[in-house]
Each structure stands twice: as C-alpha cells, then as structure tokens.
C-alpha cells in the first residue's frame, strides 16, 4: 500500500483521535482537549482505531499501548503505511512504565510517549508541540509545491496565447486544404491533424487555467446535492466505458463551495477513475461527516498507481496516461487549496485509488 497526504495549511481546529478501551480515560482526556478547543473522534480498540484513522484522517493520534483486539505498538505500525500516516504525530499513552515497551512504542514509529499518570498541562504541551512541528512541515511542503505551480502558471500566462494564436492559423489553412477537390486524397491526414491540433488546444486551455485565480463565489451548499445533479453526466459518460457509479451519500452538512469548481473537481476525480479501469468496474462517489469535517471521497477499481510516482501527484504535466496532460489533477489540488479544504490519495497497486477530500464547515 502507498499513500501521499497533500493539505492546505490554514489554521482551523486539529481533529484529534483518542484510542483507548477505557471509557472513564477517554473521557479525561476528552474534557483535557476540549480546553484548547480541539475537535475529537474516538475509539475504544485497535481495530476500531484503524477504522476511524481511515475514516476521518485526523491530525494526531492520542493512543493506548494495551488495548483489546489488537496492541497500540501494532496500530501506530498500521497507521505508518496509510494514507497521511507517514507523518501524523502518534503519542502514546499508557501505565506502562518499563524500558521495552518504551523501545518498541518508539521502535514501531511513536513520535512521544507519556505516563497515564501525567500533569494536564504537561499533556497538551506536548499535543501542541506536535501539531505544530507537523504543521510547520506541511507549511514547507506546500509552498514548496505552490511554487511549482505560481512557476508553471506564469509560463502559461506568457507563452499560452502566442502558441494558440499560429496554431488556430495553421487549423484555418488545414481546413482550407481539406476543402479542395485536387487534394481530396489527403483530407484524412488533414482531418487527423486538426483532431491533434484540437488536443493541444484544449491541453494549453487547461494550462492557462492553472494561471488564473479566477473570483470565487463562495456559497454554503451541499455535497449531496451537487453530486446528485451532475450524476446522469457522470453515469453516462461511466456507461460508454463499461462501468457504474454507486453513490453511498450520508447526509452531510452544508459547506462553503464554489459551485463550478466541485463540480469540476468531482467530473476530473470521476474521469480519472474511468480511465483507471479500461476494461470496466465499479466506481464509488460518496461522503460522510465528523466533528465539523465533511469528507468526499471517489474510489476505483483500477490498477493503482505505482509506488515511484505517487510524489508527482497534482504536478502539471506528470501523468501515467498515453494520451494525458496531468493537468486534470493539478486543477483538482488547486480547486482544493482555494476551498481551505485538504486532499488524501491512497493507492494499492493493481487494487484501485481513492481520492479523499476534507472541508471544514463553517463556524455558526
């Protein structure tokens, strides 16, 4: 399994995620976190630990070394290989106070490791010092890639319309070509040509999209609503390619949306996980909610991506396809940075992909 975790970094809440299977523990800890305002989902095992990691991708796990089902030190070994999980800070927490268990919680990748006996205050210093270590790692990686992008957004803006410009005459003149009699043999070749001249057009459009910050209509909609009215599109065009669309929508909060952005978000999401599978299969657009978060989520059954390219994911022209610009998923990661919203992809190669996104509804 390989994971990449992209995310805005725009101060908001830190969803936190307490593991432990002792309800009276849970609630200490719940009422010590609600102190500094964090947002919280829990779980009482291992097993239901990896659950809810899965499902909500929260930002630091408070987690139990002795817990039913499955151990502590084997839950933060699980969460290291998922999606996010390479980073997201894992203290451990438990009674236990011998040298082995201490190695092995830092051994399976514990980022701190504290006493159930230990001072409040002691305990949320050390939650905020991770969360703003992580943070400041986040903040280098994404300007790191909105340099990439502001780079190939001003190269878009220079060159995009002095190559549109002699290619529309060159379109003009095949096009004159085809029309006459003496060179009715060659219209073929001139129809083929236009068809290439048509792609890198429409390639250099997408392109020139990376370079506008175009105004933003911001409006509480919902998800649901969204998806349900662009689905007879997204069903059609997943029929020509011989798969179905099945859309488990829980019902969700309104959020803060740029209506033709998600709507654009959603299509490029769906049509790459059309052009994952080839020969056919099943396509999953759904959403769920937590806390004050609304997640989006769009899963296939295609082939996965492989290990080695998954860090050029939302860069501008990288791409697996034989005929693709890479431009498609660029547009998504800055559909999602400008919504204050964060982006997961968790791929098994030759299983599938599912691309997560996570907003923020807005305070009251």
């Excluded at 290989?81 to 800070?89: F, N």
């Excluded at 409006?219 to 998806?227: S, V």
Aim: with cysteine; net charge negative; glycine share 6%.
């Amino acid at each position: 399994m390989v994971t990449i975790y992209a995310v805005n970094v725009t101060k908001r809440p830190s969803l936190i995620l307490i593991a432990d299977d002792e309800s009276f523990m849970r609630s200490i800890l719940r009422d010590i976190l609600n102190q500094d305002g964090y947002e919280i989902v829990e779980a009482r095992d291992g097993t239901e630990t990896v659950s809810q990691y899965q499902r909500y991708r929260p930002d630091l796990v408070l987690l139990d070394v002795i817990m039913p089902k499955v151990d502590g030190c084997s839950v933060c070994a699980k969460i290291r290989q998922m999606a996010g999980g390479k980073h997201v800070p894992i203290l451990m927490i438990t009674s236990r106070e011998d040298e082995a268990t201490i190695n092995q919680a830092f051994k399976v990748g514990a980022d701190d490791y504290i006493i159930k006996s230990f001072i409040p205050a002691v305990l949320r210093y050390r939650i905020k010092r991770l969360l703003e270590a992580e943070n400041n790692r986040k903040i280098a990686e994404h300007l790191n890639r909105l340099d990439r992008l502001n780079l190939i957004g001003e190269m878009a803006a220079s060159i995009g319309h002095e190559v549109r410009n002699p290619m529309t005459t060159v379109r003009g003149f095949l096009q004159f070509l085809g029309w006459k009699k003496e060179l009715e043999n060659y219209k073929a070749h001139f129809e083929l040509m236009i068809e290439e001249l048509d792609r890198a057009n429409d390639i250099i459009k997408e392109f020139l999209s990376l370079a506008k910050d175009r105004a933003m209509d911001f409006k509480l909609l919902k998800l649901n609503d969204l998806i349900r009215e662009i689905f007879p599109m997204l069903q059609a065009d997943a029929l020509l390619n011989n798969c179905c669309i099945e859309t488990p929508l829980e019902d969700v909060p309104a959020v803060m949306l740029d209506k033709p952005s998600i709507r654009q978000l959603i299509l490029n999401m769906t049509r790459n996980a059309i052009e994952a599978m080839p020969q056919g299969g099943k396509i999953r657009i759904g959403t769920r909610h937590c806390a004050e978060k609304v997640f989006l989520y769009v899963e296939d059954e295609g082939s996965g991506i492989p290990p080695e390219f998954m860090d050029k994911l939302g860069t501008p022209f990288a791409t697996l396809k034989e005929t693709g610009s890479g431009l498609g998923l660029a547009i998504c990661y800055r559909i999602v940075q400008r919504h204050d919203a964060e982006i997961f992809v968790e791929s098994e190669y030759g299983k599938g992909t599912v691309f997560t996104v996570r907003f923020n509804i807005p305070e009251q």
